[in-house]
């Protein structure tokens, strides 16, 4: 429907004179601290899960943000944490620097993306002003690096945009929402660096169309995601896929499926930490098969509802309409029998009887049979007389506003009337000798609703046809369930009697995890108190 009214143009449709773009994902090794981090977010999600903190004092959102923080960088948790060398950051400082000095003669120019840690002057610490810092103490000038948010106006924005093009600043540091739709400074753009990943594919898209877009002098142009092995970053960017994949079947080029899997959560659900912070391919073979499952338990249940339809078809439905039809073909070819005793007399008139009077001319019948219409006391049917051995009555139609003729045998046939008097007794000539098609028709229809049934009683026999993919995923999923329940508990630390008995029992992640999979519902984004929309951003 959507596709009925929309017209989509998509990039490999228009052909635009763009750069052919190179993109990668450079992939940083976490630090040990972050590893530790990244841990105690599990037992953070763990302990929400089990509703044992008040979620104003942590929620799953604090959570997202704080992964999402550690995956860039552990000192935006506290500035007095060591600085890791192979963070994702100083990668991409060394990328920047190397960037920076090929393209020198010609005034190469690169973008910097980064939603987190803007620059707020506060004195607190930012991925900003830490990367600037270091390219200077590289070699670059500072003058030639510049951040978006530091041209608070239009005219400081576009005096900005004017250097980056002309190669006076080469380094350009923004956040999607400041430096995405409406930032012109492709001329020498050559490389974009994202050190963190948008929540919407959009704003993927917004950043990567800073470079890909005509006007730029560069033939080949390197797009690089950067991401930290082991914590939420790859998430992120699985979700992303996801959402974009979801997006992908309605705006395209070319036809559209006809249903779709929409995937919009912003906060990670418990099971997904579980899943990143262990680091156990067992748990995300769990987590893919418990969608897969999932997703098949609710094509089974549709097949039951519709085998169930079926069923009652079959046992009501069908019968009541064979029996109904073969009623009304048998009450039709009586009353064509009817109609043959009572032709019409050829190039005369057969006589009509109307409250009692009978008229032998056509015309004055008609006219009768009009002025009857004008004496009806309201729109209900009324029985006036007779034509040619059927019972004649009158009613108002109220919804084609129009008076009808319905002559009965054993079946009723509404006639609509005009204003000619002439015109009106020729309407119920030709109603009396259309039952030869009114005996087609009917007979058709019955014959189709006997091969209707024929087909429902097949169809209904039929197993679900992804019965032994179900089983054998479900077995599958049981036997993981079943190793991951012992490897929670072979890793469980050990605890005093007497303090177990004065915990609280809490419920593992993993015994949710195998709650999680004989549900079919998809997990909605958590809301806090201060998240009254649910949105994570």
């Given at each position: 429907m959507f596709k009925e009214v929309a017209d989509i143009k998509t990039s490999d449709q228009l052909h635009l004179p763009v750069p052919d773009a190179k993109f990668e994902t450079v992939v940083a090794k976490p630090s040990e601290i972050q590893k530790e981090m990244v841990q105690e977010l599990s037992k953070r999600a763990a302990k929400i899960h089990s509703g044992a903190v008040d979620a104003s004092e942590d929620n799953m959102l604090c959570v997202t943000n704080d992964g999402r923080k550690i995956g860039l960088d552990v000192r935006l948790m506290n500035p007095l944490l060591p600085d890791d060398p192979n963070s994702k950051l100083n990668t991409c400082v060394r990328n920047v620097l190397q960037i920076w000095e090929d393209g020198k003669e010609q005034k190469l120019t690169q973008l910097l993306f980064c939603d987190l840690s803007t620059p707020k002057n506060d004195g607190n610490f930012n991925v900003y002003d830490d990367i600037r810092k270091k390219l200077v103490a590289a070699g670059v000038p500072e003058s030639e690096i510049e951040f978006i948010h530091d041209a608070d106006t239009e005219a400081k924005k576009a005096a900005l945009f004017s250097k980056v093009r002309s190669g006076d600043v080469r380094i350009l540091l923004g956040s999607t929402a400041k430096m995405g739709a409406?930032?012109?400074?492709?001329?020498?753009?050559?490389?974009v660096h994202h050190l963190d990943v948008g929540w919407k594919p959009s704003d993927?898209?917004?950043?990567?169309?800073?470079?890909?877009?005509?006007?730029?002098?560069?033939?080949?142009?390197?797009?690089?995601?950067?991401?930290?092995?082991?914590?939420?970053?790859?998430?992120?960017?699985?979700?992303?896929?996801n959402k974009q994949r979801f997006i992908s079947q309605i705006m395209t080029s070319k036809s559209p499926v006809r249903s779709c899997d929409d995937v919009d959560e912003q906060a990670l659900s418990y099971a997904e930490i579980k899943a990143l912070c262990a680091g156990n391919p067992l748990i995300k073979e769990k987590m893919d098969l418990d969608v897969q499952v999932a997703k098949l338990k609710v094509l089974k249940a549709d097949h039951q509802s519709q085998k169930f339809r079926l069923e009652d078809k079959l046992l009501t439905k069908f019968p009541a309409d064979i029996q109904e039809t073969t009623a009304y073909i048998a009450g039709v070819k009586s009353d064509a029998e009817l109609a043959a005793a009572h032709p019409q007399v050829q190039e005369g008139f057969c006589g009509m009887t109307i409250r009692g009077v009978a008229y032998d001319e056509k015309k004055t019948a008609g006219e009768r049979l009009l002025l009857a219409c004008s004496e009806l006391p309201n729109s209900e049917e009324k029985v006036i007389g007779s034509y040619r051995g059927f019972e004649l009555s009158l009613r108002f139609d109220t919804y084609h506003s129009e008076y009808q003729a319905l002559l009965k045998g054993q079946r009723k046939y509404p006639v609509a009337l005009g204003k000619d008097p002439l015109g009106c007794i020729i309407r119920l000539d030709h109603s009396l000798n259309d039952f030869p098609e009114r005996i087609t028709s009917a007979e058709y229809e019955l014959a189709t609703l006997k091969q209707q049934q024929a087909a429902a009683q097949i169809e209904v026999e039929k197993p679900f046809p992804q019965e032994e993919e179900l089983a054998e995923k479900s077995a599958r999923l049981a036997e993981l369930n079943a190793q991951l329940d012992v490897d929670e508990k072979h890793h469980e630390p050990e605890q005093d009697e007497e303090e177990r008995e004065d915990e609280p029992r809490r419920p593992s992640v993993l015994a949710a995890l195998e709650e999680k999979a004989d549900k079919t519902e998809i997990v909605k984004p958590f809301k806090s108190y201060l998240d009254k929309d649910g949105d994570a951003r």
């Open positions: 409406g930032t012109n400074v492709q001329s020498r753009l050559v490389a993927m898209t917004q950043r990567n169309g800073r470079i890909i877009r005509q006007g730029n002098q560069n033939k080949q142009v390197r797009i690089y995601n950067y991401v930290t092995e082991g914590t939420f970053d790859s998430y992120l960017f699985q979700t992303l896929e």
